[in-house]
Structures are given as structure tokens and as C-alpha cells.
């Protein structure tokens, strides 16, 4: 038998190399299995080439030019802020290879075969690469991830998406962001600090649908201080370009948008299951192409699992890290009860200002424990905007329920909320009480203290 078609044995071949599918193979290894992983592309996945990482670089580009401007307004003698973008990509990019070699060396270190190709599922045990190899294991993880959706109008290759905006050289002047969840949020208000005139272009009738209400509106206001532009309400219909190049979007109900430079779609992301050889291995689809997976990530075979974004479970880079690690504690480090809890995940809109959520928010809440949810509010100017007179203000919320005032979510939108946000979500996955937090002294002067000080 020829090596091209001598099947390979692993105890787990992992397809897909981004934050899921390394954090599995690295975990598995660990225990003492032979790994194989494919990935015909970047190590890292969207997280590290086209998403979180280069996303809050940017961001952090962008607070610096705020800052900087801030600075102006207390007395220093600075000029206004221009980014060189190619300088700035540069480091980007040097970071993100740092990354990239840092996990060779850990597949290197780990014993863990990479194989730079794709692969897909001839059975329910059997992986082939798209060079014919083949690879065989008795346990699968499918983490390929997901990728960005156009919308289905006349004119929509016009415009561009989020991993076209990672290979963008300079801010255009005038940009349409089409969407409000994440990426079209954070990316908005990246440009715009960046110099861009952006204007964010929602369906619904806010920004950030899922998120706590009233600090979705409160982040509103704030763009529209900061210069963006919000249309509620729009949904695209088609995208034309005129004759001098520029775009102009239409609306179904016949509104049409001012003319831009550039057109972002950030409307949805779908899942990488294509051509994987789902349907020869007998792996089940949601409606919107998702592998289903229960709450230990088994898909309905035996033997086959999947994380990350490829499933319908939340979309974030931890906690795909988080649910692939213990799916390999109990596969082969004998955790026989290991699972990812999804309940109360934190997360973080890296919005301007950043916004962080976790638990339930107040309409949540409400529908679950009708009259008795208690809600406590603090909003206020971080000490920096006040001293500036900049015009940006923060909002922070507590949703509790009961007489004793259990905290049932905790809800952040101001300087800083990013990072204060990890330690008390712990606490609130502990089960505190309002009284937990009056009962902390407060660190002074701080944002941060508004959460133990709030009535």
C-alpha cells in the first residue's frame, strides 16, 4: 500500500487551527494523546488573523488618538493626531507572527502534527486531506469556525467586510458601517477616532440588540457626540456605484444614503461547514448551517464533537477555549463530569467607550422574576472626560432580585469597563448579594468604585 493512501492513526484529529481547535489539541495532548491538526491556513483562526486581536489593537490605536486629543483639552501642547496606518499595521502584524510562532513552538513542544491542509470527513472516523491523505481517529473535533455574510442585495460585492477592513492602509474619508451588533459597532467607532466620518446604518431600532437597553442607547449618544451618524431602521436593499466611484446605499422603504468612500457590511457571520463531509459522517445541521452540539459539545455521533463559532453556542474566542479544553479533560483526562457552564459568560463590546456585560440584563430579568428585580444605576463622567469637558459619559447598572438583593447582572459602558468587569464577574458567578458589594471599600478615585457604591 502506497504512503498516499496509508491511513495515519491519531487518538484525535482536531480540523480547524483557530483558538478552539488549538486549545483542544494542546489540552489532549497534555493527557497523553496523539493529536493531528489540520488547517490550510494562519494558525490562530479569526481571533488572531482577522478578529479580536488586530480588532483591539486597533482600538487601542484609536483610544490613543482619543487620549491624545484629551490631552489637548487639559494643556498639553500636542499636535492633533494623525495615524502613519502602515507604521501602526506593521506592529500589528509583528505582534499577531509572534503569536503565530508561539503556537508552533507549543504544537512542536506538545508532539501535536500539524498538517497544512484542509480536511474533511469521509466517515464518522476518517479524515482526508484535500492531497488525498487520510487520517483516522476514534474521537473528531470539527472547529473550522465561522465567516463573514453579505447581505443578499443587488450590489453587495461593492462593498467590503470585517476581514477586508484588517488589510485596509488608511482611514477612507467617508464610511458606511452597515450593521449594529459587534463588529459593526466596534468598527464604527474605531474610524471614526481614527479620522474616517462614519455613519452606522442598524435594522432594528438600537444598536447592540441583545445587550442591556439602556446602556446600548447611552453608548448611542455618545457616538453622536463623537461625530457618528445612526439610522435606525435601515434595511439595505441594493448598493450602486456612481460615476465617480463613490457608493450610495438603497433602503426597501426607497430612503437612500449619502454617497461614501468605502461600504462595511457587518451584518452576521455564518458557519465554515461547507464541503466538510458533515453529511457522510451523519453530523446534524441547525436551520443556519450550524453543527449541533449538546452542553458536553458531542454532536448526535459518537466519537464527533465540535466548538467555537462552527456551533449555535456563543461566539466568543473564550469560550471556545474554555469549552474545548474541558471536552478534552473528559475525553482523556478520565473528568467523566467535565462541561463548560454557559451560564453568566462576561463579554465586552470594545465600543467608544468599551461596554461590558454579564448575567442577565434588566428586561431579562424581569420576564424571569417579574416585580421583584431590583435595579441600581450610576452614571457619571470618568474623572478624565470631566476634567476635559469632553462630553462622554459612563453608565453603570446592577440588576438584583429578592429581598436580599441577589445580583443577577452587572452592566457596564465607560473607561476602563473592559478590565473591571473580570473580577466582578467571578463574583457574580459566586452568587453575591448587593451586600457583598456595599460591604467592599472602595478604591478612590476610580470608575471602578461606582459598583460598590451604587444605591
Excluded at 501602526?88 to 504544537?107: K, P, V
Aim: charged share 25%.
Amino acid at each position: 500500500m502506497s504512503t498516499r493512501t496509508q491511513a495515519l492513526e491519531f487518538d484525535l484529529v482536531v480540523i480547524g487551527g483557530g483558538s478552539g481547535g488549538l486549545a483542544a489539541a494542546f489540552r489532549a495532548s497534555e493527557h497523553g494523546a496523539r493529536v493531528a491538526m489540520l488547517e490550510p491556513g494562519e494558525l490562530g483562526g479569526t481571533c488572531v488573523n482577522v478578529g479580536c486581536v488586530p480588532k483591539k489593537a486597533m482600538w487601542l490605536a484609536a483610544q490613543l488618538s482619543e487620549h491624545i486629543a484629551l490631552a489637548r483639552e487639559v494643556g498639553f501642547e500636542v499636535a492633533r493626531p494623525k495615524l502613519d496606518w502602515c507604521e501602526f499595521i506593521a506592529d500589528r502584524q509583528r505582534y499577531i507572527a509572534n503569536i503565530h510562532a508561539s503556537y508552533r513552538r507549543r504544537l512542536d513542544a506538545g508532539g501535536i502534527v500539524l498538517v497544512p491542509a484542509r480536511g474533511r470527513l469521509l466517515d464518522a472516523r476518517t479524515v482526508v486531506t484535500d492531497d488525498g491523505a487520510r487520517l483516522v481517529a476514534p474521537h473528531i473535533l470539527i472547529a473550522t469556525g465561522a465567516r463573514p455574510q453579505r447581505p443578499s442585495i443587488p450590489g453587495t460585492e461593492l462593498g467590503q467586510v470585517s476581514d477586508d477592513f484588517f488589510r485596509w492602509v488608511e482611514a477612507p474619508a467617508h464610511v458606511a458601517v452597515v450593521g449594529g451588533g459587534y463588529i459593526g459597532v466596534e468598527l464604527a467607532g474605531v474610524l471614526q477616532s481614527l479620522g474616517s466620518c462614519v455613519e452606522l446604518f442598524v435594522r432594528g431600532d438600537r444598536v447592540l440588540g441583545h445587550f442591556e437597553a439602556e446602556l446600548a442607547l447611552h453608548l448611542e449618544e455618545n457616538y453622536r457626540q463623537a461625530g457618528i451618524a445612526l439610522h435606525h431602521g435601515f434595511d439595505p436593499a441594493a448598493l450602486e456605484r456612481g460615476g465617480d466611484g463613490r457608493l450610495r446605499i438603497l433602503a426597501r422603504d426607497d430612503r437612500s444614503a449619502t454617497e461614501f468612500d468605502a461600504v462595511l457590511f457587518a451584518t452576521g457571520r455564518v458557519p465554515n461547514t461547507g464541503d466538510l463531509g458533515l453529511e457522510a459522517a451523519g453530523v446534524a445541521l441547525g436551520e443556519r448551517g450550524h453543527v449541533c452540539v449538546d452542553d458536553r459539545q458531542n454532536t448526535n455521533v459518537p466519537g464527533l464533537y465540535a466548538v467555537g463559532d462552527v456551533t449555535d453556542r456563543i461566539a466568543l474566542t473564550p469560550v471556545a477555549i474554555a469549552a474545548a479544553r474541558r471536552l478534552m479533560d473528559r475525553v482523556f483526562g478520565g473528568k467523566a463530569e467535565a462541561r463548560l457552564d454557559y451560564g453568566n459568560v462576561p463579554t465586552v463590546v470594545f465600543s467608544h467607550p468599551p461596554l461590558a456585560s454579564v448575567g442577565l440584563s434588566e428586561a431579562q430579568a424581569r420576564e424571569r422574576f417579574g416585580e421583584d428585580v431590583h435595579v441600581y444605576r450610576a452614571e457619571f463622567r470618568a474623572m478624565l472626560h470631566a476634567l476635559a469637558e469632553s462630553p462622554q459619559r459612563s453608565l453603570f447598572k446592577l440588576v438584583c432580585v429578592g429581598e436580599e438583593r441577589r445580583v443577577l447582572g452587572i452592566h457596564l459602558l465607560g473607561d476602563g469597563a473592559d478590565e473591571i468587569l473580570q473580577g466582578f464577574a467571578v463574583a457574580l458567578k459566586r452568587g453575591i448579594v448587593l451586600d457583598d458589594l456595599r460591604d467592599t471599600v472602595a478604591i478612590h478615585p476610580t470608575s471602578a468604585e461606582e459598583v460598590v457604591l451604587m444605591k
